[in-house]
């Protein structure tokens, strides 16, 4: 049985040697044990610090051979499939305010699906991609972990169609091009035609607004030396508008229409551009009778 009393003393070479050299060699026999209880106390072997370690020593290994961006590119798929795998993967992406933009396109500009780490998706970069769809005035997106993505979209409302360069493209209220791609879907707006259009479809379209019965008779509208409108009835019948006192001008053909029926007779052509006269032009087949008339007056 070991003792508990107190050690003889050492005799020989042992002592002399100094009593410190003991202690010494002790403790550097203990310092590794100790060191590596230390890191592996902080490392915990979990999947993301092993990442961690992993991206760590790549990226210094891309830094040393010239290559940094093809192994930061490296790096973070890593963490991304890590991430993923603890359970920061999408489940549902949930969208605001969508009625016009096509999901193909919102999926696009998300960059990513179901099943991707929720981290890979920045933001930013989504909202851009966003705003650059012709249907998207502003977006805003969030990541609400750990599996959700929300996407709020303000949409553009188409208000007419804008003939320019032998393409039909739908225009919003701030004369924006929204694209052509949703035209045939929207075919009940009014054709604009001219190169300055877009930036005066709000006025005119006020003042159309103001006639109801004739504003749904108005087909296409065209720009005139980017200083008036020509409009375009259904029948073919032509109406030129004032540069100023176009809403008057468009009044009094109103009135024209409910005392006369205007629009009902061979007219081929309006012009209202002088606030004294109103000129009309008939059309070849009214000329015609008009002329037959005349000579049966004259027999």
Not at 177 to 189: A, M, N, P, S, Y
Request: hydrophobic residues 40%.
């Amino acid at each position: 049985m070991r003792s508990l009393g107190r050690a003889k003393k050492p005799a020989g070479r042992a002592a002399k040697e100094p009593a410190t050299g003991r202690t010494v060699r002790r403790a550097k026999a203990a310092r590794p044990r100790l060191e590596v209880g230390r890191i592996m106390s902080h490392l915990k072997l979990g999947g993301l610090s092993l990442a961690g370690l992993a991206v760590a020593g790549m990226v210094a290994y891309g830094m040393s051979t010239g290559a940094p961006t093809l192994i930061a590119d490296w790096g973070r798929r890593a963490v991304f499939d890590v991430t993923a795998d603890m359970g920061l993967a999408i489940k549902e992406v949930y969208v605001v305010g969508r009625r016009e933009v096509a999901r193909d396109d919102l999926l696009d500009a998300l960059g990513t699906g179901v099943g991707a780490s929720i981290l890979s998706v920045d933001p930013d970069a989504v909202r851009e991609r966003l705003e650059g769809l012709g249907w998207v005035k502003s977006a805003t997106v969030r990541r609400r972990l750990p599996d959700t993505i929300v996407l709020a979209l303000e949409e553009r409302k188409a208000v007419a169609i804008w003939q320019h360069e032998d393409r039909f493209v739908l225009i919003d209220e701030d004369g924006v091009t929204i694209g052509e791609k949703d035209v045939h879907r929207h075919g009940h707006l009014k054709v604009v035609v001219g190169p300055d259009a877009p930036q005066h479809v709000m006025t005119l379209l006020a003042i159309l607004r103001s006639e109801p019965e004739l504003e749904d008779r108005v087909v296409a509208a065209v720009r005139m030396g980017g200083r008036r409108w020509n409009l375009r009835l259904d029948g073919g019948i032509d109406v030129r508008l004032p540069e100023e006192g176009a809403q008057e001008a468009w009044h009094k053909l109103a009135n024209y229409q409910r005392e006369h029926e205007i629009l009902s007779r061979a007219v081929g052509a309006i012009d209202l551009r002088y606030p004294d006269r109103t000129a009309v032009q008939l059309t070849e087949p009214g000329l015609q009778e008009v002329k037959g008339r005349r000579l049966g007056k004259d027999t």
